[in-house]
């Protein structure tokens, strides 16, 4: 399975973008992870194949929805209200199973990241 993340791009504070997976194949937990410059790999938010449970890390809550189109194949992460400090390249990953999906390396398939800069 390839996973193909678009979307990010350059927005003013307060500013919102979505960004898009397409995933080739079937997959069932999807995430979204996401990397600012000298800062460690982190998760922003989570959803399980069935879309009923969904996960966000806590300085999103309330500005990102993350969720997904079984028809597409695809997942989508709708960012709004950006701060600067969401400035980053986030990567959308899929996993061959469901569980509990918070760790980077529980998921099989990395998409190759998109930037997101949100200027002040």
């Known amino acids: 399975v390839q996973l193909q993340a678009s979307g990010g791009g350059l927005v003013q504070a307060g500013g919102s973008l979505r960004l898009s997976c397409a995933a080739s194949?079937?997959?069932?937990?999807m995430g979204w992870f996401r990397q600012a410059p000298g800062k460690e790999r982190e998760i922003v938010a989570a959803i399980n194949w069935s879309g009923g449970t969904k996960y966000y890390t806590d300085s999103v809550k309330g500005r990102f929805t993350i969720s997904r189109d079984y028809g597409k194949s695809t997942g989508y992460l709708q960012m709004n209200s950006l701060n600067p400090e969401d400035t980053a390249v986030y990567y959308c990953?899929?996993?061959?199973?469901?569980?509990?999906?918070?760790?980077?390396?529980?998921?099989?398939?990395w998409g190759q990241g998109t930037l997101v800069t949100v200027s002040s």
């Open positions: 990953a899929a996993r061959r199973s469901t569980g509990s999906s918070l760790a980077s390396v529980l998921y099989d398939y």
């Open positions: 194949g079937r997959t069932f937990d």
